[in-house]
């Protein structure tokens, strides 16, 4: 420990107090501090870093943060002795580990709200990546997730360096790219979309995609194991074509559960990640935009069985439509779905519209405009309460029109036509 | 599954297992074995936050006694929840033999009659203290059969000298380990107390660091036992009366 309780800390001219040691990781120590009146975390390295890692910093610094679901570092922390660190926010309290899910000690309220954590870790990615940066080193430590709400905290920012530019991290094991693992390239915004997608594969299956049948082939999980598992002969546990590395019954149980109520179109993007992505690092693997994309349509289609409580989707689509809820066999609830564009939102209690879904030129995945409520007198009638910030029109199977106020409710009728803007007309179908 | 909160049952882990091999003949009566049994108890009021800070690896907990016989504290390797200590007794002699043929046994495919998993399994890491020469004369023979397991060979071994620096206790401990930069001569209860903690916590936590480039290319996969070693070597830097 380089400081001690109640210790000045002296940086460039300001001071800071230490209140306490919050951790101690192999890079550096993170303190809580009093700066400017306000609590901070503070992570102070315990080597001296190299001049490029403290000027790449300071740039961090200075261009700021892709979001704020990034503890980004805020100020550069130069010590007299030549050591430095960074000032960051604090990680507030409702929020747990990504390593506490995978344990099976936290988890998230329901499956929506899983996913809606997917969307903010794609959308944080894509943003970091729009600026030009790279994260270099994703892994299970760096996240963190409210299970209530869905919101998402990305810690461990340091790392992030402009694209193509590496100062040395390279990853961590089983989440690197396999050309990283295989020393074969430096890691850049493509081995992020790889890592991107082993998150999003433990988030979903709560399993590694390329832990199987073929760990059988070790005695010992060594550095040569290691590299052929995830460096030069990795193959994905749900290969389409080789069967060989599917998750060991008993041992893999999340998995083999898991993977099974995935709707066909995110198994794609995995298989497209982990089996052509192999080969083809830059156009082969899913993007943030196209896993939003599938994630958000996962979301639309998410229905709860009325029995168990359960969340699947019906998925007319699929080669299999699962006409009864897939865990306890009872009927599936009869919904209207509001049609838009190519989005299909079944209409369920607390089912929310988005964005997105009524300005196709939106990027906004997140901000919801809209949410199916039931009638306080009548609970059997349901409605789209809207918070919008302009009247819409409707017009029902009989053609009579109807202006809804930006804060209204659209009635839940058959064949109604929704008319959010002159380029966005949904249409309520029944299912 | 267990659909509150969408829990489940956990990742599939890699097991790592931490054996203590400890001698409590009669030379360590007192301040040594008390020493030792602080020192664990230190450990594992850790432990549970290291397991809490890694999804990469489920920590199972072994603790081999010897004195004129050896042996287990628990049957099986345990959970850092379940592994509980009770204080160790010192008496009768050094049967390191015995200690060895144990650890032997133990060091096989759970399929074969070990302990070790026979899926998923990573070098396990064993930390063996004693304070004087072994009483049993075949020793040596019961090594070079310990010495030809699998997981005796990938282990990251150390050896904990209590007190003592004879040159032939030195040698003893030294052929266990395989090399003499992992035996450790530790002088105080304090000492000890750090040793064994700064061993069992960094090896357990190497696992879960990230990789970073020795800028001279080659793959990104480390040797787990030398990264341990060396952040091990760094830390015990910062600790008084030990040599090595």
Known sequence: ?431 | MNNDRMIGEGIARQELNLLFVIDNSGSMDGEKLGAVNNAIRDVMSIMPDIQDDTSDALIKISALKFSNDAEWIYSEPKTVEDFKWTDLYADGGTNLSEAYSKLAKFLSKQSSGGKMPDLGGIAPIIILMTDGMPTSPDWELRLESLKKKGWFKCALKYALAIGIDTSEAMDVLTKFTGTPETVLKVYTAEALRKVIKIIAVTSSKVKSNSTRSNGQGGTAVADNNVVAQNQIAEELQQVEDVEW
């Open chain 1, 1 to 431: 420990m380089k400081f001690s309780k109640n210790e000045i800390i002296k940086s460039n001219g300001s001071t800071m107090k230490v209140l306490d040691l919050l951790g101690d990781g192999g890079q550096g120590e993170v303190y809580l501090v009093d700066y400017d009146h306000n609590k901070y975390a503070l992570k102070i390295y315990k080597d001296i870093q190299y001049d490029d890692f403290k000027n790449n910093l300071r740039s961090n610094i200075e261009k700021g943060s892709p979001s704020d679901n990034f503890l980004w570092p805020k100020k550069l922390v130069e010590l007299e002795d030549g050591n430095f660190g960074y000032l960051m926010d604090l990680r507030p309290n409702n929020y747990s580990s990504f390593v506490s899910y995978l344990n099976g000690k936290d988890g998230f309220k329901d499956r929506k709200t899983m996913i809606k954590w997917c969307i903010e870790l794609c959308t944080s990615f894509k943003k970091l990546h729009e600026m030009g940066y790279s994260y270099q080193d994703l892994n299970d430590g760096s996240f963190f997730f409210d299970g209530d709400t869905g919101e998402l905290l990305i810690c461990d920012n340091d790392n992030v360096t402009a694209n193509q530019k590496n100062l040395g991290v390279l990853g961590k094991i089983k989440y690197m790219a396999p050309e990283i693992v295989r020393g074969d390239a430096l890691p850049d915004t493509h081995s992020d979309r790889f890592s991107l997608a082993v998150i999003l594969f433990m988030t979903l299956c709560l399993g590694n995609p390329f832990e199987g049948e073929r760990l059988k082939n070790y005695n010992i999980i060594d550095e040569k194991a290691e590299l052929e598992l995830y460096g030069t002969k990795p193959l994905f546990v749900y290969h389409k074509t080789d069967k060989s590395n599917r998750p060991v019954r008993g041992y893999h149980a999340s998995v083999l559960k898991r993977w099974p109520t995935l709707p066909t179109y995110i198994k794609e993007a995995f298989h497209r990640t982990f089996v052509d992505g192999l080969q083809d690092r830059e156009n082969g693997r899913t993007t943030e935009i196209e896993w939003i994309k599938q994630l958000c349509r996962y979301r639309d289609e998410l229905i709860s069985c009325p029995k168990c409580g359960v969340e699947y989707i019906k998925g007319l689509a699929e080669n299999k439509p699962n006409l009864v809820c897939p865990y306890c066999g009872a009927n599936s609830k009869k919904l209207s779905v509001l049609v838009i564009g190519k989005s299909y939102i079944v209409l369920e209690l607390g089912k929310k519209i988005y964005k997105h879904h009524i300005d196709k030129y939106s990027s906004d995945y997140l901000t919801e405009v809209g949410v199916v409520i039931a009638n306080k007198n009548n609970p059997s009638l349901w409605g789209i309460k809207v918070s919008l910030n302009h009247d819409i029109l409707v017009k029902d199977s009989k053609g009579v029109e109807k202006t809804i106020q930006a804060n209204g409710v659209i009635p839940i009728v058959k064949d109604l036509k929704v008319k959010f803007s002159d380029e966005t007309i949904g249409v309520i179908y029944e299912q």
